[in-house]
């Protein structure tokens, strides 16, 4: 098994094991897009995020010439998914308050849809299978 985490995720979807392993999924509560898939490894826990499009304001805002060449598909806007160990994320340290993870699609995300570390960990705890998440940031838990 990859210890590349997009490789591993990558394999796990098209080998049909990924839903053996995933263990959390935030999802677009009006088009249940996929905002973040929590997978649970042998090697660790993978997370992944779909593409997304950001609007020109904010995406100039947050991104600079060079990280958009390299995790775009265009060089502007259109950011690629990416997948990355849990360790590599702000939600690995929940008692750290104001980190977060930015939830994108099309329809959710702008403004900023933050997920805390500490909500995420509550839903992990908690066993939800879904949680979905609102254009407002309003989240349920679906599973």
């Given at each position: 098994?990859?210890?590349?985490?997009?490789?591993?995720?990558?394999?796990?979807?098209?080998?049909?094991?990924?839903?053996?392993?995933?263990?959390?999924?935030?999802?677009?509560?009006?088009?249940?897009?996929?905002?973040?898939?929590?997978?649970?490894?042998?090697?660790?826990?993978?997370?992944?995020?779909?593409?997304?499009?950001?609007?020109?304001?904010?995406?100039l805002e947050r991104s600079?010439?060079?990280?958009?060449?390299?995790?775009?598909?265009?060089?502007?806007?259109?950011?690629?998914?990416r997948s990355y160990w849990?360790?590599?994320?702000?939600?690995?340290?929940?008692?750290?308050?104001?980190?977060?993870?930015?939830?994108?699609?099309?329809?959710?995300?702008?403004?900023?849809?933050?997920?805390?570390?500490?909500?995420?960990?509550?839903?992990?705890?908690?066993?939800?299978?879904?949680?979905?998440?609102?254009?407002?940031?309003?989240?349920?838990?679906?599973?």
């Amino acid at each position: 098994m990859s210890s590349d985490p997009e490789q591993l995720y990558n394999a796990l979807l098209s080998s049909g094991r990924l839903a053996q392993l995933r263990r959390l999924t935030y999802r677009c509560a009006d088009h249940r897009c996929l905002l973040l898939d929590a997978v649970e490894t042998p090697l660790g826990m993978v997370l992944h995020q779909v593409r997304f499009k950001q609007s020109e304001s904010i995406n100039l805002e947050r991104s600079n010439e060079a990280g958009r060449a390299k995790n775009t598909f265009d060089g502007n806007n259109h950011w690629m998914p990416r997948s990355y160990w849990i360790e590599q994320s702000a939600l690995h340290h929940p008692e750290d308050v104001g980190s977060g993870l930015s939830l994108q699609c099309d329809h959710v995300g702008v403004p900023d849809v933050i997920l805390s570390a500490a909500e995420f960990s509550a839903d992990w705890a908690a066993q939800h299978a879904e949680v979905r998440v609102r254009r407002d940031g309003s989240r349920y838990a679906a599973y």
